[in-house]
T-cell receptor
Framework: NAGVTQTPKFRVLKTGQSMTLLCAQDMNHEYMYWYRQDPGMGLRLIHYSVGEGTTAKGEVPDGYNVSRLKKQNFLLGLESAAPSQTSVYFC?????????????FGPGTRLTVT | GQNIDQPTEMTATEGAIVQINCTYQTSGFNGLFWYQQHAGEAPTFLSYNVLDGLEEKGRFSSFLSRSKGYSYLLLKELQMKDSASYLCAVRDRANAGKSTFGDGTTLTVKP
């Protein structure tokens, strides 16, 4: 049981380049999320999904797109990277039922855009 | 929307007790979480409150007052490994899966 995994762990991009971050979970969770965390700040929600084939915008969605084609995977895309997107990106998942809805986080992807 | 406030930094001594406060303003409340995040690592779940009162879990306790929009995390018998950032997060009533996070409180435990 790997929990939540993220690929890649580190990446350096040049301005204007594109990339896709992959998140996978093996806990059969309905909900999945993408956050970014900048130095000294909390987590800001980029996009989230409440089930396979559905996505919704969070607090800071501009410049990002997502897809949830399979229940276990949630992809985050940057079409044209900008230096302002330099950050640590965390994926998380949570169950849709039960009392807690606690979120389980992946190890993070450290992205630098030069 | 949600607005969450926490102190930015706190310092405490090993073996002591520390209380980290969180105040929130929300259009719909459906629970409050506390997460711990060590430097360079992912957040991990600590506690959850949805009703008023105190929830105790070992050395950690969390309190909630919904009428005051207030919560605190209490850490007892502090250990050096408790040095970390503590994130308060409020779950949205309209969307049970979605939570808004505060900026976190960085706790430094000194010998």
């Amino acid at each position: 049981n790997a929990g939540v995994t993220q690929t890649p762990k580190f990446r350096v991009l040049k301005t204007g380049q594109s990339m896709t971050l992959l998140c996978a979970q093996d806990m059969n969770h309905e909900y999945m999320y993408w956050y970014r965390q900048d130095p000294g700040m909390g987590l800001r929600l980029i996009h989230y999904s409440v089930g396979e084939g559905t996505t919704a915008k969070g607090e800071v969605p501009d410049g990002y797109n997502v897809s949830r084609l399979k229940k276990q995977n949630f992809l985050l895309g940057l079409e044209s990277a900008a230096p302002s997107q330099t950050s640590v990106y965390f994926c998380a998942s949570s169950p849709a039922t039960g009392a807690l809805y606690e979120q389980y986080f992946g190890p993070g992807t450290r992205l630098t855009v030069t | 929307g949600q607005n969450i406030d926490q102190p930015t930094e706190m310092t405490a001594t090993e073996g002591a007790i520390v209380q980290i406060n969180c105040t929130y303003q929300t259009s719909g409340f459906n629970g409050l979480f506390w997460y711990q995040q060590h430097a360079g690592e992912a957040p991990t779940f600590l506690s959850y409150n949805v009703l008023d009162g105190l929830e105790e879990k070992g050395r950690f306790s969390s309190f909630l007052s919904r009428s005051k929009g207030y919560s605190y995390l209490l850490l007892k018998e502090l250990q050096m490994k408790d040095s970390a950032s503590y994130l308060c997060a409020v779950r949205d009533r309209a969307n049970a899966g979605k939570s808004t996070f505060g900026d976190g409180t960085t706790l430094t435990v000194k010998p």
